[in-house]
């Protein structure tokens, strides 16, 4: 059981197609009701396969509703080359890049597409600067419903958008950024043309907390002293936060991580509440950033980001744009781990936050990335070295390389 409510005035929403409070107009969440699991034991869960499913008792869905590409179940790499380059006592990175579509987007998408199937509906729609939108297009065929999504017009890696129009989603593109994008869908939502499954969709974000629980999973139930991710919409810092919420009431683990969020420096209107002290933000007008997963200037839980940081004692820091992509280098190169730039950001904010104190030495740390490489291989040619070329020889070989 659970039941659906508003984040900022707490009143309960009756409307299941609401994306937003009827009363106060905040952003909604789900609150579970936690006595399903009351009598279990974390080693129970361990009798399903590890993936987003395995914790049904944790999800707002009926599991024999499941629309599943058997998603989650990521590996959880222990980096001990670049926890010691960037000096900190252990690091893992939990790789979200091996869902099905290349993001963690995938945890989110079977919950919503198969709430969206409990209430019978026949299209569903998204705006999205990529992961999205290809994450809804694959759920969207594999449960048989018509899909639409909006993309900003030039802003999409390329990736993302052949992963959309393969899946035969409706692709729209909009002469706006995302958040423009994102109010026309939620328009075309309230005048009944399809069900909105952006992360203001309360569902989402339920599976999307799944990562947590799998991160702790996987460590044996030993928690982390911190947990970084990347943030642009900031549903997914949010869903991590709830998670561990969730199982530190039933008593599963003693504490809560500090919760970081990483943001672009041309994308950082979080960051910058968050250095002034304040639980709500400015949007930025003109967001811009090659991490354009995280290329958002109006996150929508943004709200809710701010909440996650500052009741776990985390923080909030943004990067350059230079300092992601040699993050995302230097993960590759270090630990052969390809993730896209917006996923990188959270390395690069271990590695600026290790610089400047605010995390000790002695700190174990996750830090999520949240997509793959190959969503976006021009940003990763441009920033690499030029291909060499040579003769077919092998001393023509040997004379390009030696040099």
């Known amino acids: 059981m659970h039941t659906v409510k508003c984040f900022e005035c707490g009143a309960d929403v009756e409307d299941e197609f609401a994306d937003a409070c009827p009363r106060c107009g905040g952003i909604l969440t789900i609150e579970m009701d936690l006595d399903a699991a009351s009598g279990m ?5 361990r009798k399903k396969p590890i993936g987003v499913w395995r914790y049904a008792p944790f999800l707002p869905v009926d599991e024999r509703n499941a629309i ?11 980096c001990k080359a670049l926890g010691k380059k960037a000096g900190v006592k252990s690091l893992h990175v939990k ?38 939108s290809a994450s809804l297009a694959a759920y969207a065929a594999k449960g048989d419903l018509k899909c639409v999504v909006l993309l900003p017009n030039g802003k999409v890696a390329a990736g993302k958008l052949a992963q959309a129009m393969f899946y ?19 328009t075309l939502s309230r005048e009944g043309e399809l069900y909105l499954l952006n992360s203001i969709n309360p569902y989402r974000p339920e599976g999307q907390k799944t990562v947590a629980f799998e991160i702790v999973d996987q460590l044996d139930f030993d928690v982390p002293d911190r947990v970084i991710l990347p943030v642009g919409n900031a549903a997914n810092i949010w ?7 969730e199982w530190k009431a039933l008593g599963w683990v003693d504490k809560v991580p500090k919760l970081t969020g990483i943001q672009a420096a041309g994308s950082a209107p979080i960051v910058r509440a968050f250095q002034a002290g304040k639980r709500d933000f400015v949007p930025e007008e003109h967001p811009e950033t090659v991490a354009t997963a995280i290329r958002i200037g109006n996150p929508a839980s ?17 990067v350059t744009d230079e300092e992601i992509v040699a993050a995302q280098k230097l993960l590759g190169r270090t630990e052969g781990v390809g993730v896209e730039p917006a996923s990188a950001a959270s390395v690069a904010g271990l590695l600026k936050l290790v610089d400047t104190g605010v995390i000790s030495k002695d700190e174990r740390v996750v830090c999520i990335c949240t997509g793959n490489v190959l969503k976006d291989p021009d940003t990763v040619m441009r920033s690499c070295e030029e291909i060499l070329k040579a003769k077919p020889t092998a001393e023509d070989v040997k004379r390009v390389i030696a040099k």
């Open 95 to 132: 790789y979200e890049g091996a869902n099905p579509t290349g993001s963690f987007k995938d945890r989110g998408m079977t919950v919503g597409v198969s709430r969206a199937l409990e209430l019978g509906c026949k299209t569903v729609g998204c705006a999205s600067t990529g992961n999205t």
């Open 302 to 318: 943004g709200k809710k980001a701010l909440q996650a940081i500052y009741d776990t004692n985390g923080y909030a820091e943004s």
């Open 239 to 245: 869903a991590v936060y709830k998670a561990f919420k």
């Open 168 to 186: 035969g989603a409706k692709v729209v593109m909009v002469d706006g950024n995302f958040d423009d994008a994102l109010n026309v869908v939620k």
């Open 41 to 45: 034991r974390p080693a129970d869960l």
């Open 68 to 78: 599943s590409l058997l998603e989650g179940g990521t590996p959880l790499y222990h």
